[in-house]
C-alpha cells in the first residue's frame, strides 16, 4: 500500500466537474456550439439558423443542470476549485448560447414582404 501512487486531489478537482452527466453534456455541446461556429465562419455553402438555433435551445437545461452544482460556501481547495470550474463552464455556455442566437438571427431568412391591396 505505500507503494501505491498518491492521488493527485488538485487533478481530480479539475477533472471532476466534467466527468457527471451534465458535465459530459456541458463538454460535448461546447464542442458542438464550436464546431457549428467555425463551420458557419469557413464554410459559407452550409449556413443554416436551424442548428444554431437547436444548439442554443439545448443549453439552457444543461445551464440549469450545472448551476445546482454551484457552492458558494466550500471551505476545501478542491471544492473552491470545482465550484470555480462549475462557473467556468457556465459563462462559456453563455457566451456559445450568445454566439448561436446572433448567428441563427444573422441567417435566418427574410419574412415575405407583403403589400395590401387596395379595393
Known amino acids: 500500500?505505500?507503494?501505491?501512487?498518491?492521488?493527485?486531489?488538485?487533478?481530480?478537482?479539475?477533472?471532476?466537474?466534467?466527468?457527471?452527466?451534465?458535465?459530459?453534456?456541458?463538454?460535448?455541446?461546447?464542442?458542438?456550439?464550436?464546431?457549428?461556429?467555425?463551420?458557419?465562419?469557413?464554410v459559407p455553402a452550409k449556413r443554416t439558423?436551424?442548428?444554431?438555433?437547436?444548439?442554443?435551445?439545448?443549453l439552457v437545461p444543461v445551464m440549469l443542470a450545472r448551476v445546482f452544482y454551484l457552492t458558494f460556501d466550500a471551505v476545501d481547495p478542491a471544492t473552491q476549485t470545482m465550484t470555480a470550474v462549475t462557473v467556468g463552464q457556465l459563462v462559456a455556455l453563455l457566451l456559445c448560447g450568445l454566439t448561436l442566437i446572433v448567428l441563427a438571427a444573422r441567417t435566418m431568412p427574410a419574412l415575405p414582404h407583403v403589400t395590401p391591396s387596395s379595393p
Open 49 to 58: 439558423s436551424s442548428l444554431p438555433l437547436a444548439l442554443a435551445i439545448l
Open 1 to 42: 500500500m505505500m507503494l501505491a501512487p498518491t492521488i493527485s486531489w488538485q487533478f481530480w478537482s479539475w477533472v471532476w466537474p466534467w466527468l457527471g452527466e451534465s458535465g459530459l453534456a456541458c463538454l460535448a455541446l461546447l464542442v458542438a456550439s464550436v464546431t457549428c461556429v467555425g463551420t458557419h465562419l469557413w
